[in-house]
């Protein structure tokens, strides 16, 4: 079974510039989530999506990331503009309904 | 790969011995634990769970213990192996396994 996979698995951006970061989960899982993980820290959930619709984003800092998950297959998070302190790995991760999470590789976010 | 944390607590232990990581938790009403282990430029991977009416749960070379009087948490591996160095972090929810909160982790180096 493929597991959940995310591109790009690096990024380099200037702060104020913008970034995409897009997840396809495992097949079948209804339920997607976003995580924030700071280098020495556990993951933040950003965002948990079932199929399309949002569940809970209320750790989400809506004045510069959004994300969508518009088929409720894959999704994409970004950040408008980019602040030095948004530099962490940004983990997807999928799983059937609310049972067991499953986390892709992440996408290393450094902003110069 | 990068590395997941450079500041987070260590423990060391030579190949074959067994190991403990501990965990404390605030939140009185988490009812679900996980531990999950993270390679270096990986996600995190699920080990074992436990729920809160039980006290101890053994899966293959893993023991998680439950203390819900003093809120702690631990993960014991047998023989530990060199594939088992990485970062393992607990987490806690409020019955299913979504909405999931990351305590900062424990990086684990196995010595030979």
């Known amino acids: 079974e493929a597991g959940v996979a995310q591109s790009p698995r690096y990024k380099i951006i200037e702060k104020r510039q913008s970034v995409a970061f897009w997840c396809n989960p495992i097949?079948?899982?209804?339920?997607l989530y976003w995580y924030q993980q700071i280098l020495g820290q556990g993951p933040k959930l950003l965002i948990q999506?079932?199929?399309?619709?949002?569940?809970?984003d209320s750790q989400l800092p809506k004045d510069r990331f959004s994300a969508e998950r518009l088929k409720g297959v894959d999704s994409t998070l970004k950040i408008q503009p980019a602040k030095l302190e948004d530099s962490a790995v940004y983990l997807c991760?999928?799983?059937?309904?609310?049972?067991?999470?499953?986390f892709g590789p992440g996408t290393r976010l450094t902003v110069l | 790969g990068e590395s997941v944390g450079l500041h987070l607590p260590t423990l060391s232990v030579q190949e074959g011995d067994n190991s403990i990581i501990n965990c404390a938790y605030s939140n009185s009403a988490s009812d679900y634990f996980i531990w999950y282990k993270q390679e270096s430029g990986k996600g995190p991977q699920f080990i074992i769970d436990?729920?809160?009416?039980?006290d101890k749960r053994q899966g293959q070379r893993v023991t998680v213990l439950l203390n819900k009087t003093v809120k702690h948490l631990s993960l014991q591996i047998a023989a530990t192996q060199p594939g088992d160095s990485a970062v393992y972090f607990c987490?806690?929810?409020?019955?299913?396994?979504?909405?999931?909160?990351f305590g900062t982790g424990t990086r684990l180096q196995v010595t030979l």
């Open positions: 436990i729920r809160s009416n039980m």
């Open positions: 097949s079948g899982h209804a339920t």
């Open positions: 991760a999928s799983s059937f309904y609310e049972n067991t999470q499953y």
């Open positions: 999506f079932q199929n399309n619709g949002v569940v809970d």
């Open positions: 987490a806690e929810t409020g019955g299913t396994a979504s909405k999931l909160t």
